[in-house]
């Protein structure tokens, strides 16, 4: 089947070129899968998983809010400006109020570290973004010392 | 490097793998180059993934032609493309230390987060010049979500927001309420006054760009809070239509279960507590769900059935069931899979010491997904489809008054001035991400990907023998992004084969592989022609995605130019006998005649695309 033979490697340039040599995104038949979600494994997302309690589904946002806020850094961007994104982050793994999460100080505080941000910007980030329950700076802080 | 054996000699892999890589306590890790066979539709001519860990990313094709990094669940890409697209999967296994395999997954990761990123900011600007000329031509309106779950009349206080109002009260005053309107007030202003305001300017190319948080946005937020403050204050009842609710037999709400609810509430009641302070600008959507869900539990504690949020986006894709029949796909297996998580997902709730935003908005898109296939299914009502996760984004209109304080063509010009924005932002991207088959597609970017991800920290850009060096240290050879043919996803697995650091190999055969090799008569003659054929197959229903065809001809090497003959003869009937129905169908038959017709010519030459694809197909078992 994977002869290198010149027709063979001219079928495929006409196919592939007769169509996207991609994956399509959202291909349609993906529709099922989205009625069901990934519901097989919605209960093994939300159960505690690791040493320190935390779930996969957890961990993931957490990496996910780590990596955001290392890119936003290291590309000079103030706090301020990363609130809307941050958002759009927090929503794709189900939290609306990631103010509210500690997860998400943490990883913030991860991301800091990763872009190499001196210890004053915990303070910085803190400030802008620590909500109202107060412990937002010791959080970013665990996270950047863990990071 | 030759070529490592497959999965049937993985502890011969292994001890390969331990000379291999740097020997610490650690598990051994793993970078997955993932081979995707062809098959008609997407990616017929292939497709490559790096699978890290739970997650799996892979350059996909973007309207309008651009080239944009994936990411997916890894258990949820082996599903569709090995089960619903059919296709074979080969995992080749690189091993890894634990510190490349860290930085390839934060280097695909950031990138794939600063694109989003990058595509928001354009979505963005389109929002604004659209409210824009809304103002521009009279009046505008926005959609606020969270809104849409509360009747528009208000309702009865209810004692559950009565007691959030008292708390809020006792923490910051009586007047904190007209002091945040007051907030909310002025910031609608500032964005109707969005005409005066300069435009962002771009970010350099690859980095991480300004929010963009124009005057759509802002007035969303503005009206958010509004909306939320007269909720808290005047009180307000959930839309019948807007919740669901799961009869006790589906969900029963005993003992443990209502005190992991009630646990749920007041989490989320001082939740909103805080949020009564939040700097955040878009917190009025954050109260406005948290109310309502504080609405929905306080149903669920009161009552005996559970009561959640629709939380169903507004531009969910929907499905009739007709449609769904004559994709090949039926409803009853979906529901089963479904129901079958509940329980499941139940005990994890009741469980668990502390219970995240996350968790509950897992249980309310479970519930969501539950009761829709069942409504469907007992009513024939079409079907709400929506991929990912659901959060609740109910939306209610709020409108804006007219803009008074700008001139018409003061408007007109802002809105000149976000068109030629929009433009030259769309020009940049579509250069950084234009897709090109031969020179820039999956293959090759996951290459440039790669290579950008295994150099240390400030060598971008380094000279060749420096980045040639990286990548053999880290995965135990080089490859050049887009060289000669590697460009084709078969030729890029070949060659990561036998230049990368591969100890293991892993095939996933496709669902329909896998289910004849599950059969109990497998391997007799009467199962292999009964399954050879769309007609007799127990293993494949005609699905109207696929092109017309007779024959599978992917397992069938030796007489496939002669089954590949056959289709051609059958997909050019079929394509005649759609020709008249044209007027009825659109040229759906005739096109799918046409494109069977296609398909079959390359097996006249030995040579398999089409394999059939799925509706619906069960999950396999989870990846190594």
Redesign the interface.
Known sequence: ??SNST???A???L?????????????????????????????D????SSPD?S????Q??R??VR??T???A????PPA?????L???A???????W???A?TFVGIGEGLR?ADQKPIAVRRWADELG???GSAESLIRQGYDAG | MGRPRRRAVGAVAALSLAAAVPVSAEPPRFADFVYVDANEGSASGGHVALRLGDRTYHFGYHEPGVLRLDRDESDRFAHVYSALENRNLEMLRIAVSAETFDRLRSSFNERYLTEEQEFRVVDGLLRDRALLEDWRDGAATVAVPGAGYFEPSGGSPGSVLERLRARVARRYGRDVVAQRRAVARRELSAARDVVSTPVPPLAAAGRHPPAGYGAHDRAVDAAALLMALSVLEDGASLRGEAVVELAADDFALDAPVRGALARVAEQIEDDLVDSMASRRPDVGIVLLVGMARLLALGATLEGDRLVVLDVFPPDAVVLSVDEIRARGGRLEPLAEDLRDELPRLREVLVRKAVLREADYAALEALVNRHAEIERSRAEGMPLRVAPGRLVPSRVAPYPLNPLTNASHEALDARVHELESRERALRERLDRAHHYNLLGHNCVSELFAQIERAVLPPRTVGGDPAEVERASIDSLGGYIEPGRGLDFIPFRAADRVRVTYRVADQVRLPSHRRRARTAMEDHGTLEARLRESNVITSTVYAPNLEDSAFLFFTDDAIAARPLLGAANLMYALGAAVVGLPQVPLDGGRALASGLRGAFWSLPELAFWNVRKGSYFYAPRAASLP
């Open positions: 089947m994977r027709v063979t490697l079928v495929l340039l196919l592939g070129l007769a169509s996207a040599g991609c994956s399509i995104s959202a291909s349609s038949a993906s529709i099922s899968d989205s009625i069901a979600g990934s519901s097989k494994s919605v209960s997302s939300i159960s505690s309690g779930s996969k589904s957890e993931a946002y990496e996910d990596d955001f290392a890119a936003a290291r590309s000079g961007r400006d990363v609130q809307s994104g958002s759009r982050v929503e794709r793994h189900g939290v609306t109020n103010e509210a999460d997860a990763r909500g109202a329950s």
